[in-house]
């Protein structure tokens, strides 16, 4: 079929040549008859065009397998996350040096400064999560703007079952729904970096902003998690099933199982402590009455030390042994804390500000919030007050 296709193309082109040559050979605009006819034979040509190029389409598909497609797919990635790397680094470069970025550079201008590439925003997030884990725990709505998360109010639920007898109407009650509002914080990440790094054309000037960045953003949010901030992110400060210690200044191992034991069991399974390292290691010094230490390291565990079988998380965030403080968290933070860190995130480049240290200043900005979602998930160990 392609070939007959293809020898009706030839014949239909050289006729097209035929009435242009006859006009031009007479000197002379084409007759209304002829321009009709010549649009009708393009028209032709161009028909049989799509068509060839459908079969030759069809015949590749046919013949592409499985690898192919994902080597494809693959080299597309790389070439996109290639681009927009390159690009990033010109953008810090050219706002240094005054050079202009290139039309192709992939990056958008906006009051806040530069939208950063997606695959850029990505790595830093991801880097987030790797070195925040409660971050990476708590349950991610990547929405611009305040958002609100219903659920239902079990606690307070009216819903109620009761032995019931035939014919006798069954009373309807209704579950309560509430809500957790996550707003839009803004917050700013700033990296200094040396004019001879940027000046030097081999240095992976990507990979330094978005790891300086990343670390700066994992431990403000670990903060803000953990300790929360007035009027800001309320994080851990949402936790409302509290035990409180006996004593201003000890922790006993029962206070300890107390607060495990007020997570129902729905959520055990993948639940875990967060505290300080200066708390961890009064409770691992806590001895039975035959003196023996009642917390063994775990080597299984994700973080090398496990309590009463959970994993342990420390964090220099969470608050050393005082009074009044709340020292120790437990639970499913997955199911337990809801978070938001806009991917849509912008930087700044700071030139003149760090110009007496022949450094400029990176600006990242984000718009983050997080709170406890599932008040049942999660609870804390507070210190008596003093």
Known sequence: MLKALLEKRAGLIARMKEIKDQAIGEERAFSEEEDKKFSEIEAQVRSIDSTIDSIKRGEDLANTTIEDVADTSSR???TD???ETRAFADYI???VTGTQLRADSNITKTDNGAIIPKTIANKIIDTVKDLSPLFGFAEKFPVKGNLSIPYVDSANDNITV?????FTELEAKSAKLASVDLSGYLAGALAKISRSLINASDFDLTSFVVDKIAMAVADWLDHEIIVGTDGKIE???GVKIVVTTASADAITFDEIIETKDKVKSKYQGRACWVMNQDTLTKIRLLKDGNGR??????VTSEFGTTLL???VYTSDNCSKLAAGASVIFYGDFSQGLAAKLVEDQSIQILVEKYATQHAIGVV???EADCKVQDAQAIASLVVKAA
Do not use: C, I, M
């Open 309 to 311: 079988g959970k994993p």
């Open 235 to 237: 994080g851990l400060r």
């Open 364 to 366: 990242a900005w984000e």
């Open 93 to 95: 470069r050219s706002q």
């Open 76 to 78: 597309s990635q790389t």
């Open 81 to 83: 996350e290639e681009t």
């Open 162 to 166: 009761a032995y019931a007898t035939e």
């Open 293 to 298: 230490y009642l917390v063994n390291d775990d």
